[in-house]
């Protein structure tokens, strides 16, 4: 069977690697011109035991004994010899890591057409048992090579770069991969947005606060946020609440994130930074976690410091979406839970809350009904309107 099909596919020129390569499937531990070479020296030998349907041209190398042996081998009508210029490629690879400091990389091949046509045309005839992709093969090749000449890791997994050789245009380019940084951030001052601000209504952000020290050491161009939740931009975040900053097209990468933490300024505190992952940031979006809020409340009408005990009452909500945020989210009726609240009395209009709730709960319209779309609420219980004057972020409860 082996033989049958090394003899259909070498009814044209095959190189050593095209010829392994259909077989790459059988056998691990060898290179694909490890497997091409063997099964080329069994079909050498069977031209020499007399098989009158090969050719001495399709075991070029081979001394036969017993007919004309062939010494050039014609050009590979597969990769058209590609494995041979793959020291150029190499050479490339290694001028554009000089543009960024990193420790692993891996490599993308985009074949031309007529190398896919040929492949194509190749499984056509042959059939695709055992076989693996061109390009598998050049990747890896060329990774092998690249590793040698540069001295950096060939890494599937979370590679730092990427180096795309192109067979259309016979470049080489290289993708930085992005940089990730866990950390948890206190926002100490009102008035600040967790990210920034697309209009520049806000002059800064949580966001470029954080980014800042990073950005200047890793020389990015530019960065992304990605919090567990957000607060308001008028509530303080006095909990440490995590997130990951992702620099992007870092020319560095080795980074002493605790260090740099503590060049954050400007009303953000940040700690237990470290390097991170993309794993980590689709956890945090996907993480629901419940927080604690202290709330300033101001009512309209007088109330008694008895009263506020009534306000032990609220436990499940219904929350249909806040007026304040329909423009960015969908018109919906949630039930969200109050897991505890204490309360504070400060004078017949003023009194302080604490409110655990479940993730999703909006603080500032439990206290003021919002026009009776969240229910009960803090003013209906009271029979009084309520605001909620300020607000802190005290806790996120991670799960
Ligand atoms: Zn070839």
Not at 11 to 19: E, F, N, S, T, Y
Not at 286 to 315: C, E, Q
Not at 328 to 339: A, H, T
Not at 349 to 378: A, H, M, W
Request: charged content about 30%.
């Amino acid at each position: 069977m082996i033989i049958e099909k090394a003899l259909k596919i070498l009814a044209q020129p095959v190189c050593d690697h095209c010829l392994g390569r259909q077989f790459s499937q059988l056998l691990s531990g060898f290179t694909n011109v490890e497997r091409g070479r063997a099964i080329r020296m069994v079909v050498a030998m069977a031209a020499d035991a007399g098989n009158a349907n090969i050719d001495a041209s399709s075991v070029p190398g081979f001394t036969l004994r017993t007919k004309p042996s062939v010494s050039e081998a014609a050009q590979c009508s597969v990769c058209f010899g590609i494995f041979n210029e793959l020291a150029t490629y190499v050479k490339k690879a290694a001028l554009q890591a000089k543009k960024a400091e990193f420790a692993t990389f891996l490599v993308g091949t985009r074949p031309s057409s007529e190398l896919a046509t040929a492949e194509d045309n190749l499984w056509e005839r042959v059939g695709i048992d055992h076989c693996e992709p061109l390009k598998a093969e050049i990747n890896r090749e060329a990774g092998k090579l690249i590793e040698k000449h540069i001295g950096k890791k060939f890494s599937a997994k979370r590679p730092d770069v990427v180096f795309l050789i192109d067979l259309n245009t016979n470049t080489v380019s290289m993708e930085i991969n992005p940089l990730f940084i866990y950390g948890e951030y206190q926002k100490l001052k009102r008035g600040i947005p967790q990210t920034r601000w697309p209009s520049g209504k806000y002059k800064t952000s949580v966001e470029q606060i954080t980014a800042k020290p990073f950005m200047k050491v890793t020389n990015g161009s530019g960065h992304k946020f990605h919090g567990a939740g957000r607060e308001d931009i008028d509530a303080r975040c006095l909990a440490w609440r995590p997130f990951v900053l992702e620099i992007l097209d870092p020319k560095k990468r080795d980074i002493n994130a605790p260090a740099l933490a503590k060049k954050v300024g400007a009303g953000v505190k940040i700690r237990n930074a470290r390097i991170s992952n993309i794993e980590e940031v689709r956890k945090l979006k996907d993480a629901k976690l419940d927080k604690t809020y202290r709330a300033l409340v101001k009512t309209s009408g007088l109330i008694k410091r008895k009263d506020l005990a009534k306000l032990s009452a609220l436990k499940e909500i219904n929350q249909q979406t806040p007026r304040r945020v329909l423009h960015r989210r969908s018109d919906l009726m949630r039930r969200r839970s109050v897991k505890g609240i204490k309360t504070k009395y400060i004078n017949s209009k003023s009194f302080e809350i604490t409110v655990k709730g479940q993730s999703g709960l909006y603080i500032k319209e439990l206290i003021s009904g919002d026009e009776g779309r969240t229910n009960p609420s803090v003013s209906g219980i009271l029979g009084v309107p309520c605001v909620c004057k300020e607000l802190d972020v005290i806790a996120v409860h991670m799960k």
